[in-house]
């Protein structure tokens, strides 16, 4: 990747809705050398998709929290596809330490919150921390500048 490359990286994550002709004009590129280089990215698993971000309170999930679960009493491959099939949970990451899992949730409300938790608790010892705020979110991901 060039620098054309993490300049087009980088406008398409201001405004992912971006035209081809508009990226075009701000990199002082030719439309049909803009859309290739699109393709090269995509091709590449560099850029993996275009989607609409929505908050989730925007849809009545109010309460989002953060959750752990350590002490898996279930095959990794068990809790992972049921954790998939939980609409409730918006990321889920396998980590290393004394936890097992970290999960992003989002809920509607303090009964849907106690039915997740509920729902968790058969695969290991489950502990929630509900977001407050989110100073960092959705952040502009770009390769890092060799120094």
Do not use: W
């Amino acid at each position: 990747m060039d620098q054309l490359d993490f300049t087009i990286l980088r406008l398409l994550q201001e405004d992912g809705r971006m035209t081809i002709s508009e990226l075009s004009k701000r990199v002082a590129l030719s439309r049909p050398s803009v859309a290739e280089r699109l393709l090269r990215l995509q091709e590449r698993g560099v850029i993996t998709g275009f989607r609409a971000q929505i908050p989730p309170s925007a849809v009545g999930r109010s309460i989002q929290l953060i959750i752990q679960i350590s002490e898996l009493k279930a095959a990794p491959i068990e809790f992972e596809k049921r954790i998939a099939a939980d609409e409730a949970i918006l990321e889920c990451h396998r980590v290393t330490g004394t936890v097992s899992y970290v999960m992003k949730a989002a809920v509607s409300g303090m009964e849907a919150l106690t039915q997740l938790v509920e729902r968790l608790m058969p695969y290991g010892n489950v502990n929630t921390s509900v977001i407050l705020s989110s100073p960092v979110i959705n952040r502009m991901v770009l390769p890092q500048q060799q120094k």
